[in-house]
């Protein structure tokens, strides 16, 4: 073979790029966030069997609306504005289509999945510990995996998957169309979240109206 040909620049153009938003709550704002949480939760399970171990409960989806998360309603609602200000989306309004508490024992867990009909996704961590401290985040793009080479490391343009590492009083927000999965619960304890959808108000309530609107 000859001389390897002389490059006079050469860079990585990063494209199509997708963004999962984290930020991290001050102490005295998800205290009594969390306190509120916890509370409610403990009155949404005080009537049903405790959680077992593999299992995770999920509440119906309409918290959003009750007295208990208008804080955590705030916060997100702050979070939206910042997220679609750093997006440059031009939108009239926006709102929560789906809110839901999960409660997972050690070993729960969530297959990978998606939220269709809506914009945004996003979790709140109430309880975290190690060992129940990550979520994953999916490759949306089914072409890669025609052809699966070897690695010889894993890197942001050759994995298929990006672990994201929380703690209690992170927030999430994350596009609704980007599939995403949580490993089983490893700790003895067990892990609290709430979960979120938003949409634009006009296309919520004229065009595509959420699969759970319904709060099922």
Known sequence: MGDRPTIASSEVVRLFPTFAWKAQLARETYEPINADILRAVAELTRDRPITARGEVWQSRHDLHERPAFSGLMDV???AVTDVLGFLKIGYDAVRVTGCWANVAAPGGWHRMHSHPNNFLSGVYYVQVQEGADTINFHD??????????????LTAYNTDQVVVKVQTA?????????????????????????????????????????????GR
């Not at 949306?140 to 490391?153: A, L, S």
């Not at 089983?184 to 296309?203: I, L, Q």
């Open 76 to 78: 997100v609602s702050a």
């Open 170 to 214: 992170t927030l999430l927000l994350f596009p609704a169309w980007l599939p995403h999965s949580v490993s089983p619960n490893e700790s003895g304890a067990t892990r609290v979240s709430v979960s979120f959808n938003v949409m634009f108000s006009a296309f919520a309530e004229e065009v595509s109206p959420p699969l759970w609107g319904d």
């Open 140 to 153: 949306p793009r089914p072409q890669t995996g025609i052809i699966r080479p070897p690695v010889t490391e």
